[in-house]
């Protein structure tokens, strides 16, 4: 099985919450935080890599994207409540390392 990821996103920015810049507190606070520690087989580059992957598409490929994860037979789409994802996300983890 080839990896993957499904990420579904749907909110708008205004403007204004586009532009928000950080404050000199903010940035000296930002800069003494830990390096990001990433899931096993991850890095930077390859999380940027996804990002300019979803932030590039259209919205015709997104909903391709979608309509081809709902009929693939080896995965199941369902909801749950969101408080039950953390532990949903742990007993995957479990059953599949990363």
Known sequence: ME????VVTAFDLT??????SETATEKKAMSKKKR???PAGWDEERIR???EHYDSQSEDEQ???HEA????EDTTVMVVPTDFVPEIVRLISKRRPA
């Open 3 to 6: 990896d993957s990821a499904f």
């Open 15 to 20: 403007a204004s919450e586009a532009s928000v």
């Open 36 to 38: 990001q520690a990433y």
């Open 49 to 51: 890599k996804l990002a």
């Open 63 to 65: 909903v391709a994207e």
């Open 69 to 72: 994860a709902f009929r693939r």
